[in-house]
Each structure stands twice: as C-alpha cells, then as structure tokens.
C-alpha cells in the first residue's frame, strides 16, 4: 500500500495525524552560579616540568586549538611551538615536531568537553568519562584518540555525581572510625562504605582530579607502554575544568564543619 499524496492531504489528514516527539527541554543547569570567565585552563609540560604560563580560555570561546605552531596571538589558540625551554630534552624536541595541527577542545552544554584530534598522529587522555564507558576502574586507563577521530571526553552531569558520591562515602567512613574509637554501636550509624579506610582517605585532590583531563602527544603512557607515568611523557597538556571546579566548591561547601579531616 502507498501512502497517501502529501499535496492530496487537507489540514487535520494523514500527515497532521503523526505523533511528533516533543522536543525535549534542556536540561536543568547544575549550579545556579553564572559561568566562570574561562571554562578552562591549560598548562604544558615537557617531562616533569611545565614550560610556558598556564593557558585561560574564555567563557566566550567555546573551543580552543592546541597545536604545534608559533602564533604568539593567543585567543582560543594555544600555540605550543612558541615556547621556549632551555633545558628542553631530545625526547621533547623530538616529539614537538609531530604535535602539527594538535587537538581541539569543544564545551558543550554546561560543561561537557568534546575532543578532535586534528593532528596525523594519536593522542592519548586520561578521561574519567572513557573509563566508565569502557567499563573500567577511574584513572586505570589511558585512552588512544586516532587522527580525525572526535570523541566526548568529559561529562560534568556524571562529575558532578562523582563528587557527591566519593564525597558521602569519605563523609560516612570519617564518622564510622569516629565512632569505632569512641566505642559507639555501628547499629546508630548507617552503612559505612565497605572499604571504608579507603573511603576516609579521600581528600581534595581525589575529588579534584575529576576536574581535569590529561592527554599525551604522539607517546602514550600506561599499563600498555614503556612509560607507567604522563610525566615520562615528551609533551603533554593538562586541563583544568572550570565550571566542574565551581561544582565541587559546593559540593564542599556543604559537608559539616566536623565532617572527615580528608576533606577539612
């Protein structure tokens, strides 16, 4: 059976009578504070030192371009290849003629992160986001990005679910050796996390480190490569979230005064 001609079909017909999905509201903002003025900033390093100043994009330019290349201009364009370091190594020297036309880093939404790997060789990130879509532990692994390839790297709906939940966890597992020491009954708390050692020793930093995306050009690094650490690495970046950081000053905020030391 053919369906009906569109141009035979008066108002209210066949074609008026399709369900249409409604089109879905955005969804509702995280923070009620206004956007930082830079959604990130980013810091270059060489090995174990940082070379250059730290980068700061503009809430007003939602991407940025890392690239290999001598523009001192600035903008959203982060020029590796004009920064000096006297005591740059072989290793780095080496590895900076391949960055090219580097990575892009897209803000999407509230604070989502896209990445485009528009240089001819890979690059390779430490993503809290990757880990849990490739079923891993956070921070286990470290995820190749081929050339052309374009990819979400950072979701801050489940960031911002992240620090609530490792923040409870210390929270609870602070109280639970509070009161194992005080010699209270388990039976008036609730249930403690179940490494709870573990869950008391998160600090500020743990939960910082979910704000900030990690990535390698041309050498990986890894339980897959010679090198077990990004600082072994020639030539990597390092980028600070702004809006997931506004996020985790609240979530900060609001654990009590007397809450774990690790957090205080």
Request: overall charge neutral; aromatic content about 8%.
């Amino acid at each position: 059976m053919q369906p009906p001609d569109p141009r035979t079909l008066m108002p209210g017909g066949y074609w008026n009578n399709i369900n249409v999905m409604p089109q879905q509201e955005p969804p509702r903002l995280l923070s009620r504070q206004p956007p930082p003025e830079y959604w990130c900033s980013i810091a270059y390093f060489e090995l174990d030192t940082q070379v250059g100043e730290t980068f700061k994009v503009p809430s007003a330019k939602p991407n940025v371009i890392v690239d290999g290349y001598v523009d001192p201009s600035g903008g959203n364009r982060f020029c590796l290849g004009a920064l000096s370091n006297v005591h740059r190594q072989e290793q780095s020297e080496r590895a900076r003629l391949h960055i090219g036309k580097g990575v892009q880093l897209d803000l999407r939404g509230e604070g989502d992160v896209w990445l485009r790997c528009l240089s001819d060789n890979s690059v390779f990130v430490q993503s809290y986001y990757l880990d849990r879509e490739a079923g891993r532990t956070p921070g286990d692994a470290v995820h190749k990005i081929y050339p052309a390839a374009c990819i979400k790297v950072f979701d801050l709906r489940q960031c911002h679910q992240q620090m609530h939940s490792l923040a409870s966890n210390a929270q609870a597992a602070a109280a639970a050796q509070a009161a194992a020491v005080a010699g209270l009954p388990s039976s008036q708390l609730g249930a403690p996390p179940r490494n709870i050692s573990a869950a008391a020793g998160i600090g500020v930093d743990d939960l910082r480190r979910l704000c900030i995306l990690r990535l390698s050009f041309v050498k990986g690094w890894g339980p897959d490569y010679p090198r077990q650490s990004i600082k072994e690495t020639p030539c990597w970046i390092e980028v600070h979230l702004h809006r997931a950081l506004q996020l985790l000053d609240e979530v900060l905020h609001t654990m009590p005064i007397d809450g774990p030391r690790a957090l205080a």
